[in-house]
T-cell receptor, first 111, second 114 residues
């Protein structure tokens, strides 16, 4: 069974709006990562947040982590058409190399 | 650096055939993993390796074999292909001690089993 559940499954917004995606997980984690996948391509790492961190920023990305609720959110501010992609959360435990992925959120940003 | 490379990009097999999906990385990463991606299912871990000579099963290992004789290569073998193995396969590598397990993905192999 997969660790992460993502919400919503699909999100459609206009360029310039903010996009928020949520991820919930089941077991204790060492870190949580977000990846982006453009259609037909491999995944690209966006940002990592450790279990002892609550918030992290990278450019237009903001990630929060609430370990008490076993949930994380990814906010993309001022979205662009180029942000159109699928976004996945992935949780890592103490077993290095083993990441468990959520089912993903499909984001569509309309120009 | 080429990063993570996968061959072939596309493959069509008949039920019962065997084949090997190739994966190589030139970043000297310790960890390598194989995932399959099916519509609506996200990525599911098939097998992973924490170093040369060491492999372990992931979430969906049945029907697949792996070996890790070198740090660079991590081939995935389908022993007797079944239509249920039609999927897109991704290989990934990481170096947990350096980059906290950020994974680098290959471009994928799209496999169809008839």
């Amino acid at each position: 069974s997969q660790q992460g559940e993502e919400d919503p499954q699909a999100l459609s917004i206009q360029e310039g709006e903010n996009a928020t995606m949520n991820c919930s997980y089941k077991t204790s984690i060492n870190n949580l990562q977000w990846y982006r996948q453009n259609s037909g391509r491999g995944l690209v790492h966006l940002i990592l947040i450790r279990s002892n961190e609550r918030e992290k920023h990278s450019g237009r990305l903001r990630v929060t982590l609430d370990t008490s609720k076993k949930s994380s959110s990814l906010l993309i501010t001022a979205s662009r058409a180029a942000d159109t992609a699928s976004y996945f959360c992935a949780t890592g435990g103490n077993q290095g190399g083993k990441l468990i992925f959520g089912q993903g959120t499909e984001l569509s940003v309309k120009p | 650096n080429a990063g993570v490379t996968q061959t072939p990009k596309f493959q069509v097999l008949k039920t019962g055939q065997s084949m090997t999906l190739q994966c190589a990385q030139d970043m000297n990463h310790e960890y390598m993993s194989w995932y399959r991606q099916d519509p609506g299912m996200g990525l599911r871990l098939i097998h992973y390796s924490v170093g040369a000579g060491i492999t372990d099963q992931g979430e969906v290992p049945n029907g697949y074999n792996v070996s890790r004789s070198t740090t660079e290569d991590f081939p995935l073998r389908l022993l007797s292909a079944a239509p249920s193995q039609t999927s897109v396969y991704f290989c990934a590598s990481s170096a947990p001690r350096q980059r906290n397990n950020e994974q680098f993905f290959g471009p994928g192999t799209r496999l169809t089993v008839l």
